[in-house]
């Protein structure tokens, strides 16, 4: 069995109350997704798709944007009520398709989150929280998220990191959008490395144990880590950097070697293999981002399944990524 650890999904009841409670704070760019990618909410579309890749089982998760960015906080805690009361039916219904859920969190009411948290892993038996790599503008290491961090830390499961940046951040201060896709091509695993830093220097240092999944093989992190090495050497000797104050007890490199990645780099056999070296292969979780591409998800599974059949590596760690590890932190 292999296990997809980003599978995305859009519940009709749970699309349909979003839509109205959000208004016009929903941009056209994710209108236009909900009704481009079908496969989200149309489980015979879905189903079509999975069952050309048999050994195939997914883990789900509300498909963006993050509910707190496009409703309020009344709104949100029921927004997110709905998205996960749904997929625990879409769970119970289907065992053979979905071996569990991760919990849509209310991010702009902490202590409803907290609830929702307790709620779905308790009741539901959900396998961890997904949150975005900021909320609502605020960074990852805000001193009122560390109550979730505590939570997770100790019950053990993970948090889930997914990108949160939009076509109405403009890539240049004199525009009003940005172009060219940039937003999400590289914009998403830019804005995923500063979660990142935060959460290694600003979190991981009060919170050793919290497990942490980045998405699309952890961003630039694993590409550029020689570069931050070096820029850390010439910033702490040369300029008296000290870190911004963070009370750092190892390498600073060796905080961001904590963090869990996935396999969510549309088949690049490269770009997997730079993310094992630096991750690892207890640290790395096979994923797709299903049903995001042209064909509703076929043209990803094919292509990160022939890729990860691809890296260099044991046969022993290609079963740890493409389920050991997922049944492991996720306690499955």
């Not at 069995?1 to 749970?14: C, E, G, N, S």
């Not at 890749?53 to 029921?78: H, M, R, Y």
């Not at 625990?88 to 902490?110: I, Q, W």
């Not at 963090?259 to 630096?278: E, W």
Request: with cysteine; glycine share 6%; aromatic share 12%.
């Amino acid at each position: 069995m292999k296990i997809d650890v980003f599978a995305h999904v859009l519940p009709p009841r749970y699309l349909e109350e979003r839509n109205r409670r959000a208004g016009d704070r929903f941009t056209s760019q994710y209108k236009k997704y909900s009704s481009a990618v079908p496969a989200l909410s149309d489980l015979e579309t879905r189903f079509r798709v999975m069952d050309k890749f048999p050994d195939v089982k997914q883990l789900l998760t509300i498909a963006g944007p993050n509910i707190e960015s496009i409703t309020e906080p009344e709104d949100t805690v029921e927004v997110a009520r709905i998205a996960n009361d749904e997929m625990a039916k879409l769970v119970s219904d289907h065992p053979a398709r979905f071996v569990g859920a991760v919990t849509c969190m209310p991010m702009n009411d902490m202590d409803a989150a907290l609830r929702e948290a307790e709620r779905c892993i308790d009741e539901l038996d959900f396998h961890g929280v997904e949150i975005f790599t900021d909320i609502n503008g605020k960074p990852l290491d805000s001193a009122e998220f560390f109550p979730l961090y505590e939570m997770m830390e100790i019950n053990g499961l993970p948090i889930i990191l997914h990108p949160r940046r939009t076509n109405t951040t403009p890539d240049y201060p004199g525009e009003e959008k940005s172009k060219y896709l940039t937003y999400t091509n590289f914009g998403w695993p830019y804005v995923t490395s500063l979660a990142m830093a935060r959460l290694a220097f600003g979190v991981f240092v009060k919170h050793p144990k919290l497990k942490v999944l980045t998405h699309h093989g952890g961003g630039m992190i694993p590409f550029f880590h020689k570069r931050a090495e070096f820029s850390w050497e010439l910033h702490e000797t040369c300029m008296d950097y000290d870190f911004d104050g963070a009370p750092l007890e190892k390498n600073p490199i060796d905080y961001y070697r904590m963090f869990y990645c996935d396999t969510v780099l549309q088949g690049n056999v490269p770009a997997l293999m730079c993310a094992f070296d630096f991750f690892g292969a207890d640290q790395m979780l096979f994923a797709t981002d299903t049903p995001y591409d042209s064909q509703m998800g076929e043209k990803v599974y094919r292509a990160t399944l022939a890729a990860v059949e691809a890296m260099d590596i044991s046969d022993a760690d290609r079963e740890k990524i493409f389920a050991g590890n997922a049944r492991r932190i996720f306690r499955l």
